[in-house]
Every structure is written in structure tokens, then in C-alpha cells.
């Protein structure tokens, strides 16, 4: 059992409380999941030809100052690309970092200089927060009220099938700006990991919703729609799921074919929000008037910025 929340903005009304309004949805559904939590927030790109990186660092002095490693490490991973990085937001776990969108050489030169850091998410839009403990606990330490943005999903997660570690938490980013949270099990996971390592695609860790992410981003890497990459999931993993999955301009839900796992949606004129409870949207504004309904089974749903 997990918990699952996103909130898509169609309009800019609410750009500026992205944070505050995902925060009291993530908390609501800690009894889902106390393990660990974790959200991908959504704001506006930064230059063609860059990439944010959500970098946690897992070796940090908890004494050191940790802006001054960051920018440090930023200098040299300048110098080893020849382009430019920059630091744009310090972490407690780490660091958002601007650099080139060669994904490959960036990790490359992070992982010589760092080898204690991982790259949790990258895109032009997206950060990746993960972690574990109590939903609210890491919602304050990263200071999720003050983010803005268009869009966030997050996770609260109750493990079930692998470790309670940060690497095991929801969301997972495989690709630039693709993100996924799951509730629920897949059976084949392992199977579908196997025919996934056969083409070239490694998973990071053993979680089943892993794989599910890494599915998904090898269909939309061949140009498919999400529609179709969700469509490949039901047809190639077994279990009982609810996902939602988003991109910069995409934000999907689709539940399996016995519509086990539970999932509401509320639509305004103004955002569309998904909760694994309804109680967890009671928070939103306009709730009361919003078009409440629950997808039925093996439906999927997909709204576009």
C-alpha cells in the first residue's frame, strides 16, 4: 500500500503556491506510506542545450557547509565538460546543478569526482526530490512550500517488495524530464528487467516500479506517445497498479485492468489533481465545485500543458 498525489495547473493562477499546495497532499497520506516520500516538481526550462540534475550526495559532512562543496564541485565539473555549471538550488541531500543536456558525460564527470553521488532526476523542467523517513519530515527539510511550478507528482511509499532506501523511493526518472510514482505490485518484473538488460536498459535497483519507469521511457525514447507507452505496460507486466506518469507537457494516470489499487481525480477549470484519497484534495482550492470521478478499470488519462 502507497500513496500517490499529483497536481497538473492548467492555468498560472497558482504557479507561485505549487509547493504549499502539493505539501498538505503528501502529508494527508502518510498512513499509505511512512517508509519514505519523494517528489518531481515541475517549473519553467532552462536554456536549450542544458539539463537540471538533481544530485544527492550520499557522503556529505553533516558539519561541512555544504554550499561551499557544492560549488566547488560545480567548478570542477566546469572545467572537466568545458562548458559551464552552475548550482541552482542547494540541497540538504545535495544539489541542483545546470549543465550540459549530454546526459552521459555530465553523469560520467559526476561520478569521477563524486562517486557517492547520484543523479535522481534530469530534464530541463523537472526536479527529483527522495528520501526517507515521514513524508513531513522530508517535506520540511526540503522546503517543498516555497516551490513553484506547473506541475508536481509525489509518493508516500510502504514497502512491500525491497528496501527501504532513498534509491527505492518514488518517484523514478529514467529520462529527461519523465517521472513515475506506482501503487501497487507488478508479478514479472524480474522477467521484464531481464528483456530490458538484453537491449542495453540496466535498472538501478530491485524495485518492480522501476522497471515499470524504464518500460515506459524506452517506448517514449522510440517515439511513442505516453498513451501508448502506458498501453505497453498493461500489455508486458502483470499485477495490480495504479501509475501515474508524467512528462513536461504530459501528466497520465491509468489503473490496471481490475482497477485494484484506488485512484480519485478532481478537475477545474483551473488544475487536475490525483490522490490515492479523496481526503488528501479536500486542501485544494475550488475542491467543491471540481468534476470528482474515479478511472475505471484499464483507462487511461491524459491531460497536455
Not at 517506448?219 to 500489455?235: F, I, N
Request: glycine share 8%.
Amino acid at each position: 500500500m502507497c500513496g500517490i498525489v499529483g497536481l497538473h495547473l492548467k492555468t498560472e493562477r497558482h504557479h507561485d503556491a505549487l509547493g504549499r499546495l502539493l505539501s498538505p497532499m503528501l502529508d494527508c497520506l502518510e498512513t499509505r506510506g511512512p517508509d519514505s516520500a519523494g517528489l518531481a516538481i515541475y517549473s519553467e526550462p532552462v536554456p536549450v542545450g542544458s539539463f537540471r540534475y538533481s544530485v544527492r550526495i550520499d557522503g556529505l559532512d553533516p558539519d561541512a557547509d555544504t554550499k561551499t562543496v557544492v560549488t566547488t564541485l560545480a567548478l570542477e565539473l566546469s572545467q572537466d565538460l568545458g562548458s559551464p555549471v552552475t548550482c541552482e538550488r542547494v540541497r540538504p541531500d545535495g544539489a541542483v546543478l545546470i549543465a550540459s543536456d549530454r546526459v552521459r558525460e555530465v553523469t560520467s564527470r559526476l561520478a569521477e569526482r563524486r562517486p557517492d553521488a547520484t543523479v535522481v532526476g534530469f530534464g530541463r523542467h523537472i526536479e527529483v526530490v527522495k528520501d526517507v523517513g515521514r513524508p513531513r519530515d522530508i517535506l520540511r527539510r526540503h522546503e517543498i512550500d516555497d516551490r513553484t511550478g506547473y506541475q508536481g507528482v509525489g509518493h508516500t511509499r510502504m514497502a512491500t517488495e525491497s528496501a527501504v532506501t532513498t534509491d527505492h523511493s518514488h518517484p523514478f526518472a529514467p529520462n529527461a524530464d519523465l517521472a513515475l510514482v506506482h501503487n501497487g505490485s507488478f508479478s514479472n518484473h524480474a522477467t521484464v528487467r531481464r528483456r530490458l538488460a538484453q537491449s542495453g536498459i540496466r535498472c538501478v535497483t530491485d524495485n518492480d516500479s522501476e522497471v515499470a519507469a524504464r518500460l515506459i521511457g524506452r517506448e517514449v525514447d522510440s517515439g511513442a506517445t505516453l498513451e501508448t507507452a502506458l498501453k505497453t505496460v498493461g500489455q508486458e507486466m502483470d499485477g495490480f497498479y495504479t501509475l501515474l506518469v508524467t512528462t513536461a507537457r504530459e501528466f497520465a494516470v491509468v489503473r490496471d485492468s481490475f482497477a485494484c489499487k484506488p485512484l480519485v481525480v478532481a478537475e477545474t477549470d483551473e488544475y487536475v489533481a490525483v490522490t490515492s484519497e479523496y481526503i488528501a484534495m479536500t486542501s485544494l482550492p475550488g475542491i467543491g465545485s471540481a468534476r470528482v470521478f474515479e478511472p475505471t478499470p484499464g483507462e487511461i488519462h491524459v491531460w497536455e500543458r
